[in-house]
């Protein structure tokens, strides 16, 4: 039987205990969960996709889990490209793209959305505040969008909070020493 994989791209500005714990979940669903750093169009990045990268594989390795891949070379802003580049690299074709559902809505306007459709199937994270609204329930059917609700439960943090407030208790232990020492996510606001 074909291993079932999950891919998790995410822009990780910085990654939080909120990723650290959608990985975590998501080792316990998935044979293999694939994970990358990616710079949405959408987003404006505070930090360099190399720095968010690296951030992001220390957590990864810090997880020590066979399961959890960090895979760069994955990596691209156009989703379609990052499944293609996936079904390729780990030679599989039952593959689930991992999404918040805060970014839900926005999958219709996507690059390739009739191609991406056809290529995988959506694993929603339900994020808090961030419910799947009837209307978008609707519209997922009428595309024919294959997808599953998660019911994985992730602690209420988020990158931009983590931007805006600089609580280091938002972030994995392990990146806490990397973000200070390097001056990562320094507000650049005059006090």
Known sequence: MEKRIALFGTSADPPTIGHKKILEELSHVYDFTISYVSNNPQKKHKEDI???SHLL???IEDLDNPNILFNQSIS?????????NCKKIYKSDNLD?????????DIFCWKNFEKIIKEVNFFIILRQGYPVESNTLKMLENHKVKFKIATIKIPNISSSNFRLCADYSNLPTSLIDIVKKNNLYISTKLV
């Open 50 to 52: 190399s720095i968010r």
């Open 57 to 59: 594989k220390t957590l």
């Open 76 to 84: 691209s802003q156009w989703a379609i490209e990052s499944i293609v």
């Open 97 to 105: 793209f991992v999404i918040g559902s805060d970014l839900l809505k």
